[in-house]
């Protein structure tokens, strides 16, 4: 698949890159986080937190809203799912790394038997260079998953979310959007390729690889 980067004018739709911001701080902590052979996330690292960026993050991008700042590190070559919040997240790229993305718009809703079913077509999905010590502010509505390494290259990543997000969650079911919610502030749909225990496998088209 054709790999963009997030200076091109395709990224636009998706987020914006913080060349205003500098995280050297953040950056050197990130780097004393675990890269295992799998992909680990961590919503909430007291080591990135710590770091000198925390406060700018918090007050400045996230206008005075809690936040929390964790990582996303390990080895991954494939889209796998999808996920989306009702805000942004910034990601603090300390290697390179690809994201792939999509559109909430492009979430198709369709009633079968009485139940509402959720499907997204993987063709639909963009792939962009973060290169390392990038920051980017992904939307509310881009659809996102893991990043994936660089020729089979292990991958950091720095998360910053609103505080909360991304930890357990019970929900009644009261809206049928809840089948996809998968953690606080977090909408996931999956593919089945990916064997995701608990998710809902929406994800309609090839599990793409990179």
């Known amino acids: 698949m054709k790999i963009h980067t997030v200076e091109e004018e395709a990224f636009r739709k998706y987020g914006r ?59 991954n070559q494939k889209l796998n799912g999808l996920e989306y919040h009702r805000s942004s997240e910034i990601n603090i790229a300390g290697t390179d790394m690809i994201l792939l993305l999509g559109c909430e718009q492009d979430i198709q809703a369709a009633d079968v038997e009485g139940t509402v079913a959720y499907t997204y077509d993987t063709a639909k999905v963009e792939a962009f260079l973060v290169p390392k010590n990038t920051a980017v502010e992904i939307y509310a509505t881009t659809l996102h998953y893991a990043p994936c390494g660089i020729d089979g290259a292990g991958f950091q990543c720095a998360v910053v979310l609103p505080k909360g997000t991304n930890y357990e969650i019970c929900t009644n079911g009261k809206c049928s959007e809840d089948i996809l919610l998968a953690a606080t502030n977090k909408w996931l749909i999956a593919h089945k390729e990916a064997q995701i225990a608990g998710a809902y496998n929406g994800l309609v088209g090839e599990n793409l690889t990179v």
């Open 17 to 75: 890159v913080l060349n205003d911001c500098t995280f050297d701080s953040l950056l050197e902590a990130l780097q004393d986080t675990p890269v295992p052979e799998d992909v680990i996330y961590v919503p909430s690292d007291v080591r990135l937190e710590r770091s000198k960026e925390y406060g700018m993050l918090e007050q400045s991008v996230y206008g005075g809203m809690p936040i929390q700042i964790g990582f996303c590190n390990g080895h």
